[in-house]
């Protein structure tokens, strides 16, 4: 069993596809299903028949929500090729499905509309696709739509996404005219035939008014390719013309791989053109599991120490569990990727996070919504097991007696929540066990109970993720629910450094409680990017070494709930300067409680400062209404950040404008334009609110209106 597995690891592909909000996707996605015989007919978006978008939301909106795991097969240079398909959404309000698939993920398509080009969420899943290091080609999809432009689409992978964009064909027509396109390889035409949607396709010369743009492009691919390997580099000043196709692709690939270029493919998915070749090139070009380095976690018994795993079966098993979903057949299920080793049904495995051994009932090799029962996952594999009690997104399983943490997932803070309640007290129950599984299946989605009102508060990243999250109650969970108006989620943060002392000594008649530190509190370096800046200068162990992490945790803790409204700290730096302890009395707990207390007495005199989320938003109008968007921006405390025109003329305004004034945009903008133009938002960063406003929201949250200077 072991031995096959890895002879099969050359041959597997583990692929997501990921874009802008209709660039196509899960049309893409349906015509890999059907040419790879998966499915006998083809799904579409918009009839709600599309196989990977299988929940009830995804097909009344014609959007993809959550992403969808299948795995197919591919015969290519005479070699069956398995693929591990994951269909990630486009919507920025479900980003965190394309985060968590792009950490399990080999390789991926990045799908660009012919039309629309580099969009906002492209950009976005772009640099997600950085962050883990993940090679990728890019697909222009739609040639057939009218203003399609293959060239201008190619011109803007580079200058906006600052990568070497590498054509590896050119489309033949474009628009009604699309039929097919030239391979640059092979520098032959391909041809798909209407009549048999798109199954077949011939193969014949260049036509003639094509021959030297042909030329042009190739004569750039082989350059690029030939800047990613030496050899090749040689024979294309020497002689180019003796570089042979084999050599050329083996360039290629190795140019992907170290993520040097990007090749570059075009079709119209909807039309059934260019999917088969597009899977060609993904056999060719994206790196398999062996391809990709051995998987870092550290040691979970001494965090200093680096260890490494190979995709190997015969490695101790590493995992990372990277979505947890509940079925309504099977019940909670946990998607993973095998990294090492390999992962029986019915085995044992540990979690580090937890501590704990669980066991792994079932396991399952997804379709959609559709489970096929399995023996085993090997390594480089994804797969899907139920019998998990205690298991939460980002943990890795392990073997027991060879642990290793695997590196988890940053997922963004929800920037918007709105508070719920159940229509009928018999639905209490209910409502809070159905919020509880949604939050455990989405880390963006946080569930709190305000202390001062007793709401409950749901929060999320924007104003279609908590729409779908109340449909889901409703139709899921039979909970009928009462909602409030939308309302932002603030922040906290201080603006000036506080020094103090602070003790905390409590006396029970037995064992006592003490500790004592001076701290100092301040806003945290520029650079920094994570939470809390926590830097430890206690000299001489007038502060015992095993009491530190106490502190910081204490610290965390606190910045959960800032002085001003219970808003959380955006951000801090916290230096421990010295201190004392009693060999009796001090324990963990009690610096923990006293770190706790320095916070919230430095914090009311550090200048605390309100922080709302700013957002980046894009409008696409005619010339006309141009003058009265802009104007409207302003009015909702906007800043224009630039004015452009696109192909067909329209004008393209981009603005960073505070949440609190986008509410109900969509609908203004409607009036505005009489529904001819469009908008996009995507959150941009946090900025401190200025003092007037401030005090505004702080009034309506019962915060601390004093404090605000």
């Known amino acids: 069993m072991k031995k096959g597995l890895s002879n099969n690891l050359v041959y597997t592909r583990n692929l997501g596809i990921m874009a802008h909000i209709d660039a196509g996707k899960t049309t893409t996605s349906e015509r890999i299903l059907y040419y790879t015989g998966l499915t006998h007919k083809i799904g579409e978006t918009h009839d709600g028949t599309a196989t990977m978008d299988w929940m009830e939301q995804e097909q009344e909106r014609g959007i993809t929500i959550t992403s969808a795991a299948t795995t197919t097969s591919w015969e290519y240079l005479d070699n069956t090729y398995k693929i591990n398909l994951i269909d990630t959404p486009g919507h920025v309000d479900f980003t965190v499905e394309v985060e968590r698939s792009l950490r399990v993920l080999d390789g991926a398509i990045a799908t660009f509309c012919a039309v629309g080009g580099v969009e906002p969420q492209s950009e976005t899943v772009w640099r997600q696709a950085d962050k883990y290091k993940v090679p990728r080609i890019g697909y222009i999809n739609k040639m057939d739509r009218s203003g399609a432009n293959f060239f201008d689409v190619v011109g803007q992978i580079e200058s906006v996404l600052k990568v070497k964009a590498c054509p590896l064909q050119i489309p033949i027509g474009a628009e009604e005219s699309f039929v097919g396109v030239v391979d640059l390889i092979t520098m032959k035409a391909l041809i798909w035939h209407d009549e048999t949607m798109g199954a077949d396709y011939h193969i014949e010369d260049i036509p003639a008014d094509l021959l030297e743009e042909a030329k042009e492009w190739r004569e750039k691919m082989l350059e690029a390719a030939a800047e990613c390997d030496d050899n090749l580099m040689e024979k294309f000043f020497d002689n180019p013309e003796s570089i042979t196709n084999e050599e050329l692709i083996a360039a290629i690939r190795k140019g992907t791989l170290a993520m040097e270029i990007n090749p570059i493919m075009c079709g119209s998915s909807f039309k059934n053109k260019g999917v088969q070749v597009l899977l060609d090139a993904v056999c060719a070009y994206l790196p398999s599991p062996l391809d990709a380095e051995a998987v870092e976690g550290i040691d979970p018994n001494d965090s200093t120490k680096v260890l490494y795993r190979k995709p190997d079966p015969e490695e101790p098993m590493s995992a990372l569990a990277f979505k947890i979903a509940t079925d309504p057949y099977v019940g909670r299920l946990c998607f993973f990727r095998v990294y090492s080793g390999v992962l029986p049904a019915g085995s044992y495995v540990y979690n580090p996070r937890s501590g704990k051994k669980e066991r792994i009932s079932r396991i399952f090799q997804m379709h959609s919504n559709k489970q096929n029962p399995k023996e085993f996952i090997g390594c480089g594999d994804i797969g899907a097991g139920v019998g998990f009690k205690d298991i939460r997104t980002g943990d890795t ?203 919230r007495s430095a914090a009311e005199k550090a200048g605390p400062v309100l922080m709302e989320p700013i957002m980046n938003v894009e409008v696409v109008t005619p010339e006309e209404n141009m003058g009265d968007i802009i104007s409207d921006l302003n009015k909702r405390r906007g800043q224009i950040e630039g004015m452009e025109s696109n192909r067909s003329g329209a004008r393209i305004v981009k603005a960073m404008v505070p949440l609190a004034e986008m509410f109900g945009y969509v609908t203004s903008l409607r009036t505005i334009a009489s529904g001819r133009a469009t908008s996009t938002m995507t959150f941009s960063h946090f900025e401190v609110v200025s003092a007037s406003i401030a005090k505004d929201v702080l009034a309506e949250v019962s915060g601390r209106v004093d404090l605000i200077k």
């Open 397 to 599: 399983l392990c073997d027991e007696n060879n642990p290793i943490i695997l590196e988890s997932m940053d997922f963004p803070a929800p920037v918007i929540g709105i508070a719920v309640e159940p229509k009928t007290q018999k639905d209490l129950d209910k409502l809070s066990a159905g919020l509880a599984k949604l939050a455990e299946e989405d880390p963006t989605f946080t569930v709190k109970t305000d202390d001062d009102t007793g709401q409950t508060i749901i929060s999320g990243m924007g104003e279609l993720h908590l729409e779908v999250i109340i449909d889901r109650l409703r139709r899921e969970f039979k909970v009928e629910a009462n909602q409030g108006r939308p309302q932002v989620t603030y922040k906290e943060a201080i603006s000036k450094p506080v020094e103090l002392r602070e003790t905390y000594k409590k006396q029970t008649g037995g064992r006592g409680k003490f500790a004592d530190m001076i701290v100092r509190i301040e806003p945290a370096d520029k650079e920094f990017e994570g939470h809390l800046q926590f830097i430890d200068q206690v000299k001489g162990g007038n502060i015992p070494r095993e009491y530190i992490p106490s502190i910081q945790k204490g610290f965390e803790r606190a910045m959960k709930t800032g002085v001003l409204a219970g808003y959380e700290i955006d951000k801090m730096k916290v230096t421990v300067l010295d201190g004392s302890y009693h060999p009796v009395d001090s324990d963990q707990l009690s610096f923990e409680v006293c770190a706790i207390q320095a916070f």
